[in-house]
């Protein structure tokens, strides 16, 4: 199933980092595949199975390397709401396009302990958003976090009352307020490329993998 959508976006000339999906329960699903964190939250309006996903467009010439002619040449980005239900007359189909600027280049979705918030980390600011999943229409707030370049991954505390941030392009991790979504901490790590992350508080331990230096 996955597969094959994510075949029909990119023929349209997107790039997704989505392959395959998990069904937890017939309105709540949750998966994570290639680095890139997915999944949905149901509301009264929509159809049973949505999934969130962030999306680029294909460079041009990875464009002229699929034979795909006559799209817009423009760099665009955003996230968007697919309908999986393979029963929908939409299945596939992307519902909400909630587009962002192409500077963000926006890389993976974080999901709270209760999945009532969606996180989505960014390459090229020193913004983090979220989506409030309990309110629709859905927005992306923004979360200024400064100091932290190239985000990666977020983990939450066992409390879902603080998110962890690793930033691999400013030697460092951002802590934050899960609540009201504020920075309020910054640890440093000097000579590291923080990216992958994990928490274990019974044993009051944060570890942090070092990755290399972003290219940009």
Not at 30 to 40: A, E, P, W
Not at 177 to 193: C, E, H, R, S
Not at 208 to 214: D, F, N, R
Request: aromatic letters at 8%.
């Amino acid at each position: 199933m996955g597969l094959a959508t994510e075949t029909k976006f990119c023929m349209q000339g997107w790039s997704l980092g989505v392959c395959v999906l998990r069904n937890v329960t017939r309105r709540h699903m949750l998966g994570v595949l290639c680095g890139t964190s997915i999944g949905m939250a149901s509301t009264a309006s929509f159809a049973e199975m949505l999934s969130i996903l962030n999306y680029e467009t294909k460079a041009e010439e990875s464009l002229e390397a699929l034979q795909i002619q006559g799209t817009d040449n423009r760099r665009r980005e955003g996230i968007a709401i697919v309908e999986l239900d393979p029963e929908s007359a939409d299945y596939g189909r992307i519902i909400i396009d909630i587009p962002t600027s192409p500077e963000f280049v926006l890389h993976h979705i974080f999901y709270n302990r209760d999945a009532t918030k969606a996180y989505v980390t960014a390459l090229r600011t020193e913004t983090l958003h979220v989506i409030n999943l309990t309110e629709f229409p859905y927005r992306l707030v923004p979360i200024s976090i400064p100091g932290c370049k190239v985000q990666e991954n977020i983990i939450f505390s066992d409390d879902n009352k603080t998110w962890y941030v690793t930033c691999m392009g400013s030697e460092n991790v951002i802590v934050g307020d899960a609540v009201n979504d504020t920075p309020i901490k910054t640890i440093f790590m000097p000579g590291t490329y923080p990216h992958g992350i994990a928490l274990h508080e019974g044993i009051d331990r944060i570890v942090v993998a070092s990755c290399v230096a972003p290219d940009f």
